[in-house]
């Protein structure tokens, strides 16, 4: 019975597993929303938008100084950016150099309907969760008005869409590295990111080095596939295998008789 009860367990994996398709973007318009890659990009300092405080402030107020980790995103987000965030802290923490010393962190929203006070929650937690006491100086997050938000996400590549019918914003997951004068100088995707390497990164964007392209992840946000076609595809079929291979190495250890215990010598 043992081998059936395992079967039973993973039949759900053996499922097709269907794309939420109760959405209003196309495919087509899904496989645009990525970072493209725009290495020595400068990124205008006149740019104005609002701070968490509700203080109107210039992109140029961060620059000049020291390196800025800048991410795009929006507080309403359902998971995307909460994990992007929440990689990018983990690797913080385990730096040397420290937000508001060595290096800026400014998260721009890309939804223009929301306010300061949601800007102003999200510090707060953020600068909670770094635990370095004296570094909340260097964490900024910003609203601002569509003109604004769309011009920024032009100069660094970054590709988004909102969904009407799901009341969200498709987009990409990652952030970049700028130099202190605002120039486009490292990409990072995904969700979690390596310390070693997001220490390279500011390193060489503090000296104005411009480093090379890095390989595309797509990751949309959490109510959208980020799979489309062949590798929807590819990727389902391969969720199945692995289940049928769980379930054919699971019935082949219960189904092998158990090995006799070595008797005890008299």
Known sequence: MKPLFAILILLPFLKPVRAATNNSLTDEQLLQIKFVQKLDSQVSPNLVF???????????DYFGRRPVVLFLGYYGCPMLCTLVLNGATESFRDLQWSA???????????????TSRLAAAKKSSYV???????????????????????TLADEIGFRYA??????????????????PEGKVAHYFFGVTFSPAEVNTALREADEKKIGSPVREL?????????LHGKY??????????????????LG?????PARRKPEARK
Request: aromatic content about 12%; hydrophobic content about 40%; proline content about 4%.
């Open 252 to 256: 082949i250890y219960f189904a092998r």
């Open 162 to 179: 909102y969904d009407a019918c799901l009341r969200q914003y498709a987009h990409p997951s990652g952030f970049v590295v700028l130099t």
């Open 100 to 114: 508001g010393k060595e290096f800026e962190v400014v998260f721009v929203s890309i939804d223009p309907a929301e």
């Open 232 to 249: 929807g595809n590819l990727a389902m079929d391969l969720v199945r295998a692995g289940g049928i291979g769980t379930v054919v190495a």
């Open 50 to 60: 609002r701070d968490e405080t509700g203080k109107r402030v210039s992109l140029g």
């Open 128 to 150: 909670r969760d770094y635990g370095r006491p004296g570094t909340e100086n260097g964490w900024h997050f910003l609203t601002g008005n569509a003109a604004a938000i769309q």
């Open 218 to 226: 797509i990751l949309l946000c959490c109510q959208y596939s980020p």
